[in-house]
């Protein structure tokens, strides 16, 4: 079975200033998809950025990139300019490479972000 | 236009009780899921569906009874409810196919008391 692993409970990082979430994993399959999803106080679950494992290049979305370094099974969420907004749970999860049901999402445990002003 | 919306979103009920949380996605998604998220944040399945049919069924009570009428509507019926059922309940939907994420509800927050 797959773990996600998210050793930083909080973190916080002055407004525009960058930050990096840490996540590991741990899997046998060679084929997956990685993902951050933001949980702002609103409840709502939000896809930040995903990077699928076949792709050597690290995701990028605007201020949101990834670092995704495969064969140390790691995939850290640099967050840059952080923003108010910003604010929120993030999650990291895995998804086997199934489908028609079969591609359910593995979850670390969370990281909080505070954002200073 | 609301893609995957759940009702309640907000629900609280006495133990011994059977309630259920109705989930809706207008995507046109084959694949429907409920996630639970305990009071600690954290998130773990407990049932996919695919056009209907029952994929991943994790490890949940029996208590605990799924129900998809058609592909675009996936509920959950919770009988005998049991102070640790408080938590999160979220809804889900993907196009089931590879390379694809999932869409979230905006969740059901269940309080037992």
């Known amino acids: 079975a797959q773990t996600v692993t998210q050793s930083q409970p909080e973190m916080s990082v002055q407004e525009a200033e960058t930050v990096t979430l840490s996540c590991t994993y741990d899997?046998?399959?060679?084929?997956?998809?990685l993902f951050w999803y933001k949980q702002p106080p609103s409840r709502q679950m939000i896809l930040v950025i995903r990077?699928?494992?076949?792709?050597?290049q690290n995701a990028t979305e605007n201020r949101f990139s990834v670092n995704f370094q495969k064969a140390a099974k790691s995939f850290s969420l640099k967050i840059s300019d952080s923003q108010l907004g910003d604010a929120a749970m993030y999650f990291c999860a895995y998804r086997s490479d199934g489908a028609f049901g079969n591609e359910k999402l593995t979850f670390g445990t969370g990281t909080r972000l505070t954002i200073i002003p | 236009d609301t893609a995957v919306s759940q009702t309640p979103k907000y629900l609280v009920t006495q133990m011994g009780n059977d309630k259920s949380i109705k989930c809706e996605q207008n995507?046109?998604?084959?694949?429907m899921y409920w996630y639970k998220q305990d009071s600690k944040k954290f998130l773990k399945i407990m049932f996919s569906?695919?056009?209907?049919?029952?994929?991943i069924n994790e490890t949940v009570p029996n208590r605990f009874s799924p129900k998809s009428p058609d592909k675009a509507h996936l509920n959950l019926h919770i009988n005998s409810l049991e102070l640790g059922d408080s938590a999160v309940y979220f809804c889900?939907?993907?196009?089931?196919?590879?390379?694809?994420?999932?869409?979230f509800g905006q969740g059901t927050r269940l309080t037992v008391v």
């Open positions: 889900a939907s993907s196009p089931g196919t590879v390379n694809t994420e999932a869409f």
């Open positions: 995507l046109g998604h084959d694949t």
């Open positions: 990077q699928e494992a076949y792709k050597q």
């Open positions: 899997t046998s399959e060679s084929d997956y998809y």
């Open positions: 569906y695919n056009n209907k049919e029952l994929i």
